[in-house]
């Protein structure tokens, strides 16, 4: 059956419709994408997950392996925020009991001296700020390979 509309048009029409720096229209003109090969560019990248399954969300709303990677991506983020926040505040005690006794670990004692702030505050600081950025590390190490895939899927069908 010949349906009453052409869905090149259409997919013409509206790439045509977003503006020159969408980098989805830069696919459908011909940009041909290659994963970063720099530890700098594949830092970058991952923190680009979210974006990109949104976008891919946006082209790809019947596809269930999207819409699963999502759920699971905003759970596993909770997950991850909830044990990040359970280590700092057992951390938090583990600091507050050592300094009752006098006990100060010397963490980054120069950065004290620049700063002007006390040793426990940095870190509680420390305590507080490490685990979420290495949960949110291993967030985006674990969705990496799986993101890329379906990226490559995406601009694939565009070019």
């Not at 090149?8 to 503006?19: G, K, M, N, T, V």
């Not at 090969?37 to 979210?50: A, P, S």
């Not at 269930?64 to 926040?85: C, G, H, M, P």
């Amino acid at each position: 059956m010949i349906l009453p509309h052409n869905n090149r048009q259409l997919a013409r029409q509206y790439f045509e419709s977003l503006p020159d720096t969408d980098v989805s229209k830069q696919y459908y003109e011909g940009l041909k994408y290659e994963t970063p090969k720099t530890l700098f560019g594949r830092l970058l990248n991952g923190l680009n997950i979210t974006n990109k399954l949104e976008t891919l969300g946006k082209f790809y709303t019947y596809q269930k392996t999207i819409r699963a990677t999502q759920l699971e991506l905003k759970e596993d983020r909770l997950d991850y925020l909830r044990n990040s926040a359970l280590i700092a505040a057992a951390s938090w005690f583990a600091i507050y009991q050592f300094a009752r006794k006098g006990i100060v670990f010397p963490v980054l004692r120069e950065y004290g001296k620049i700063l002007g702030t006390h040793r426990i505050f940095r870190q509680y600081m420390y305590a507080l700020v490490v685990p979420a950025v290495a949960s949110e590390a291993l967030l985006n190490q674990k969705y990496y390979t799986h993101t890329e895939h379906l990226w490559h899927i995406h601009v694939n069908r565009l070019n």
